[in-house]
């Protein structure tokens, strides 16, 4: 069964160009939908006027290569890897989560697209994907939505409790994986299946078609702003935030004379401060 591909079936019932219209609706819902955000929130606005800000405060300017340098360990760190999460039950929530979708949304385009019929037998391990992109989002998802959104204990939030827009986002996206597989796997079983298959096409649909207001579009703005916070970081700017002293050091001291005045000339060690507990709810 998880060798066949679901979509060849469905062609009997529903026509591959209706399928084919369906997908590229939903690219455009995106598209339209994340445009729509960026200009609401003015996010990119945001962004280009504070790189401006901080290239004035620069204190080096970074060359060609080390630009690209820092750009591939965006790309390793914080996109690939999630890095931003010092969770790491989260950070491995979300990376199923991120690859599990890439995997669903890209076989789904291959299989539509590529092999719409019977006529056009798939390679096993396009479907073989498919399932396998579908389960590690739900894997993903319903372990960020039981074991990590879910906290009784320190925020009193639990597992039934909606927070309108803030979760559209994981809700569409976990109804659409879980449908999707609930209705590859009931193939054949009539209304059932037809039943799980409107499931699937109605969560797909408030998934995509909900960008503006839901927290998708993020996504595609957070690799730009962790490449510009490590240049800040590299050319000086620091995004006009106080540079990391030495309290101990005299010149310091003297620049700042109310170190010495109320820490002493040897401040003692302020200790961990919000690091001296793991964070574990975020």
């Not at 319903?142 to 927070?163: P, Q, T």
Request: aromatic share 14%.
């Amino acid at each position: 069964m998880i060798a066949s591909n679901p979509f060849a079936e469905l062609a009997a019932v529903i026509s591959p160009t209706v399928m084919q219209a369906y997908v590229l609706l939903m690219f455009v819902l995106v598209v339209a939908g994340t445009i729509l955000d960026m200009r609401h929130k003015k996010s990119a606005q945001y962004f280009f006027e504070n790189a401006r800000k901080a290239k004035k405060n620069a204190t080096r300017t970074l060359s060609t290569g080390e630009k690209s340098t820092l750009a591939l360990k965006v790309v390793a760190k914080d996109v690939l890897a999630s890095g931003e999460f010092n969770n790491p039950k989260r950070r491995v929530s979300h990376l199923f989560t991120m690859y599990g979708f890439i995997i669903f949304v890209v076989t789904t385009a291959i299989l539509i697209f590529a092999y719409p019929t019977m006529s056009d037998p798939a390679p096993n391990v396009l479907p073989l994907l498919w399932y396998l992109g579908a389960a590690m989002l739900c894997l993903g998802g319903y372990w960020f939505w039981f074991s990590i959104r879910v906290d009784v204990a320190s925020e009193g939030v639990k597992w039934y409790r909606l927070n309108g827009r803030g979760d559209l986002f994981i809700i569409s996206l976990l109804g659409m994986a879980t449908f999707a597989l609930l209705w590859a796997f009931t193939m054949g079983l009539g209304v059932l299946n037809m039943l799980f298959f409107v499931l699937f096409v109605a969560f797909s649909t408030l998934l995509f078609g909900s960008v503006y207001w839901s927290k998708f579009a993020h996504m595609f703005f957070k690799p730009a702003a962790a490449l510009q916070k490590r240049v800040i970081k590299a050319d000086g700017s620091r995004e006009n935030m106080p540079a990391i002293y030495d309290l101990s050091d005299p010149e310091v001291q003297a620049r700042f004379p109310d170190i010495p005045t109320y820490m002493g000339a040897k401040p003692p060690n302020m200790g961990l401060g919000i690091k001296r507990e793991a964070p574990n709810h975020f």
